[in-house]
Nanobody, 128 residues
């Protein structure tokens, strides 16, 4: 089992940047595919980006490509989401999630149902 704690959210003006962090407990962090999702008020939770266990592969929703970068530091049990050129429509609660990948392919899923553990979320608000 793993516990996830996000941090780094806040209020930023359009065009600004934020870096979110997600710290994980446990000793098997590298065996989890990690994902970032977001949920805006009145909308479904949507996939933002994912990264394979050793960090060799990443996957982004098309609208985030070029603006957001996911990375991880397995020595620190932490995954990051660098967000640049933020827009008001990026306003949402951002969640990190862990998908146990031991013994199967390292395919990064964009489906919420594929992820086993979730953090509590961190609010990102982008003002115009």
């Amino acid at each position: 089992q793993v516990q996830l704690v996000e941090s780094g959210g806040g209020l930023v003006q359009a065009g600004g940047s934020l870096r979110l962090s997600c710290a994980a407990s446990g000793r098997t962090f590298s065996l989890y595919i990690m994902g970032w999702f977001r949920q805006a008020p009145g909308k479904e939770r949507e996939f933002v980006a994912g990264i394979s266990g050793r960090g060799g592969s990443t996957y982004y929703t098309d609208s985030m490509k070029g603006r957001f970068t996911i990375s991880r530091d397995n020595a620190k049990n932490t995954v990051y989401l660098q967000m640049n050129s933020l827009k008001p429509e990026d306003t949402a609660v951002y969640y990190c999630a862990a998908d146990w990948s031991f013994g199967r392919s390292d395919r990064i899923s964009s489906l919420t149902a594929e992820y086993d553990y979730w953090g509590q979320g961190t609010q990102v608000t982008v003002s115009s």
